[in-house]
């Protein structure tokens, strides 16, 4: 049973720091069916409802991966909307209603998965003022390389080309229009060059949607596509879940990311372990939402520990350990 005074703490965070929400505004609330998520969402509205703002709530049934797409009211809804609330299950960023939204200005705050001791984590609650120093730092990093390249002890090894585009840093604050955050929260993160990709991921820590990685893994990429997956129970997982989806779901990378908040846990769950200072976290499919060019019904986050990385040959990152 969820803590009735953690909920409200996270709540009055979420609508006076990370929306920073304002008399007269308007949020939806999005939650879906199979979540026991009727107390949080009631007490989010009620949050919202003190800060002057109207709450909207919304009722989905479940996604079953991220980016998957919402039904069309919802994508009106949050078009229109100057704020919206996510505690479904599954993410929503990388979808095209809330790409739509943001583009329109609407801010948003992922809090999907609450229910499974998320609100619990001390990276939900951290101070973010040094993470968003350190994530808008790294960010500009990124901007200005042109090639980024990790390796890890266990054999990983991939190179990505960049070409200028916006780093999109989650910082735990979205209150500026177009902004988005999910809580715990902390990364920087950029779309690198579609097609440039090269090299292999080996024995990463967690896979969205299939998990903590307790068998042999190894995925080869050849210009910018997932070319062989071979390994166990993971591996195969991996690849009946590109059967089911469109052929952009091999598409690799679409994301590159690093993350920011030092107290967030090293635990079997993508949300929180891929914010964690001295991680980096990469992605398949969808990457509309990070400035980039490729547009899936699937975005599926793998994360790394403890990886070396370079930009344009400069170590910014040793065995996790942060140097900048």
């Known amino acids: 049973?969820?803590?009735?005074?953690?909920?409200?703490?996270?709540?009055?965070?979420?609508?006076?720091?990370?929306?920073?929400?304002?008399?007269?505004?308007?949020?939806?609330?999005?939650?879906?069916?199979?979540?026991?998520?009727?107390?949080?969402?009631?007490?989010?509205?009620?949050?919202?409802?003190?800060a002057g703002a109207e709450p909207v709530s919304l009722i989905i049934v479940?996604?079953?991966?991220?980016?998957?797409?919402?039904?069309?009211?919802?994508?009106?809804?949050?078009?229109?909307?100057?704020?919206?609330?996510?505690?479904?299950?599954?993410?929503?960023?990388?979808?095209?209603?809330?790409s739509t939204a943001l583009g329109a200005g609407t801010?948003?705050?992922?809090?999907?998965?609450?229910?499974?001791?998320?609100?619990?984590?001390?990276?939900?609650?951290?101070?973010?003022?040094?993470?968003r120093r350190?994530?808008?730092?790294?960010?500009?990093?990124?901007?200005?390389?042109?090639?980024?390249?990790?390796?890890?002890?266990?054999?990983?090894d991939l190179t990505m080309q960049l070409c200028g585009r916006k780093g999109k840093a989650q910082t735990g604050f979205a209150d500026e229009p177009g902004k988005f955050s999910g809580l715990p929260d902390g990364e920087s993160t950029v779309a690198p060059l579609e097609g440039a990709t090269q090299g292999c991921i080996v024995n990463p820590y967690i896979?969205?949607?299939?998990?903590?990685?307790?068998?042999?893994?190894?995925?080869?990429?050849?210009?910018?596509?997932?070319?062989?997956?071979?390994?166990?129970?993971?591996?195969?997982?991996?690849?009946?879940?590109?059967?089911?989806?469109?052929?952009?779901?091999?598409r690799f990378a679409s994301q590159f990311a690093l993350g920011m908040n030092p107290d967030c846990r090293i635990f079997p769950d993508t949300k929180e372990v891929s914010k964690r200072l001295g991680t980096l976290h990469v992605a398949l499919g969808d990457n509309i939402s990070l400035g980039g060019a490729v547009q899936c019904g699937l975005h599926i986050d793998i994360v790394i520990l403890n990886p070396t990385v370079w930009l344009d040959g400069k170590m910014v990152l040793e065995n996790g350990k942060l140097f900048i």
């Open 62 to 98: 479940p996604r079953t991966v991220g980016g998957q797409e919402l039904p069309e009211p919802v994508a009106g809804a949050f078009f229109r909307s100057s704020a919206v609330i996510n505690i479904a299950r599954w993410p929503i960023t990388h979808s095209r209603a809330v």
């Open 107 to 131: 801010r948003t705050c992922n809090l999907r998965g609450f229910n499974d001791g998320m609100l619990e984590s001390p990276g939900v609650t951290t101070d973010y003022e040094p993470v």
């Open 1 to 50: 049973m969820l803590d009735t005074e953690r909920m409200c703490e996270v709540a009055e965070k979420v609508v006076g720091q990370v929306l920073a929400l304002k008399p007269g505004e308007t949020v939806c609330i999005l939650r879906d069916t199979e979540e026991d998520s009727r107390p949080f969402a009631e007490i989010i509205s009620a949050a919202v409802r003190r």
């Open 207 to 250: 896979i969205d949607k299939i998990g903590r990685v307790d068998e042999p893994f190894r995925m080869e990429i050849k210009d910018g596509w997932i070319v062989k997956v071979e390994g166990g129970k993971q591996a195969r997982q991996l690849l009946e879940l590109f059967e089911k989806s469109d052929s952009n779901a091999r």
């Open 134 to 156: 350190n994530a808008l730092a790294v960010d500009a990093l990124l901007e200005q390389a042109r090639e980024i390249r990790f390796t890890t002890a266990d054999g990983c």
